[in-house]
């Protein structure tokens, strides 16, 4: 009897470019750029804070201000009045050349009407511009919750880091059916980082929209 043994053909085992490529955007280039992201985002954060801690002492001046002229600021920033006039400080005699800016397009804002007299606040160390007083609340919640955005992005691309650094060198599916005692929640991690950046955005748009329309702008910072 003969016996007939027939080869398995071989199939060539072939490696595409593109998998280089997808492996170095993997390892290399998307944990940078997130990175540079959580960096600036903490760079953000701090200088936010650093404004909300030192705010009020900055914009502690108080005086009145008379207004001349008014013209609408519809730039890249928030919507804001423009007006020319002439300020008294509190504890001087003489009128100072300053511009007020107030907000325009917000829920209780109103264009200023020439010789209207306004209690104002601003940085005594720069007259030239000044804002009504009576803003002055609305602004300083508005860099509250300008605060808010910042903290999202930072927690989350700090939290995508650390999904990648714990989980780069693992695969999923064979460490959790073998060890599930050692963190498998970490494999989430990437996946919930993003999803907090996300929500930072929607919050930008939302913060954006409340400070245009609701609060009022004025643009201190």
Not at 24 to 30: E, N, P, S, T, W
Not at 85 to 109: E, P
Not at 179 to 200: E, N, T, V, Y
Not at 205 to 212: E, G, K, P, Q
Request: net charge neutral.
């Amino acid at each position: 009897m003969v016996e007939v043994v027939v080869a398995k053909p071989r199939t060539a085992s072939v490696t595409l470019p593109g998998g280089a490529v997808v492996d170095g955007l993997g390892h290399y280039f998307l944990p940078g750029l997130m990175a540079v992201v959580c960096v600036l985002a903490m760079a953000l954060t701090s200088v936010r804070v650093g404004d909300l801690r030192y705010w009020s002492e900055i914009h502690d001046g108080r005086g009145e201000y008379q207004v001349r002229s008014c013209t609408a600021d519809t730039g890249l920033g928030a919507d804001v009045w423009r007006c020319d006039g002439a300020l008294v400080a509190d504890g001087s005699s003489t009128d100072v050349r300053s511009d007020l800016v107030t907000s325009l397009g917000a829920f209780a804002s109103s264009r200023p009407y020439v010789g209207q007299q306004l209690d104002v606040f601003f940085d005594d160390t720069e007259l030239g511009t000044v804002y009504p007083l009576q803003s002055r609340l609305n602004e300083l919640a508005r860099a509250y919750l300008s605060l808010l955005p910042r903290l999202l992005v930072l927690v989350g691309a700090a939290m995508w880091l650390a999904g990648w650094y714990l989980t780069r060198n693992l695969d999923p599916s064979d460490l959790v059916a073998r060890d599930s005692i050692r963190f498998p929640q970490r494999f989430a991690w990437q996946a919930r980082g993003l999803r907090w950046m996300a929500a930072a955005v929607g919050f930008l748009v939302v913060n954006h929209l409340l400070a245009t329309r609701v609060i009022g702008s004025l643009g201190t910072f």
